[in-house]
């Protein structure tokens, strides 16, 4: 079994910032990218962030320059900082990570639960 748990989520102001994490834990053989989604009300599910095992990243348009993910691979964890938050940027966001199992050698996605942002005006 496979868990990704994220932490970090919550209300701010317009202009402040949180940190979100996400945790993988089970039988986890090996972690290839890890990532940042999110999905407002009313729309679809959208890439905020993606890093690499090797810590290559990349950014949706709207929070490059805001946004910072990074990881640590000793702890299976994924961390994404983010600074001068808008309102636009509230939204439920997911942890997403490509790994593979002692038990199920090929790579595929696992998604956590989610963590509310919720950025007032």
């Known amino acids: 079994q496979v868990q990704l748990v994220e932490s970090g989520g919550g209300l701010v102001q317009a202009g402040g910032s949180l940190r979100l994490s996400c945790a993988a834990s089970?039988?986890?053989?090996?972690?290839?990218?890890m990532g940042w989604y999110r999905q407002a009300p009313g729309k679809q599910r959208e890439l905020v962030a993606v890093i690499s095992s090797g810590g290559s990243t990349n950014y949706a348009d709207s929070v490059k320059g805001r946004f910072t993910i990074s990881r640590d691979n000793a702890k299976n964890t994924v961390y994404l900082q983010m600074n001068n938050l808008k309102p636009e940027d509230t939204a439920v966001y997911y942890c997403n990570a490509d790994l593979a199992t002692y038990t199920m050698t090929r790579f595929k996605p696992y998604w956590g639960q989610g963590t509310q942002v919720t950025v007032s005006s």
């Open positions: 089970g039988s986890i053989f090996s972690i290839n990218a």
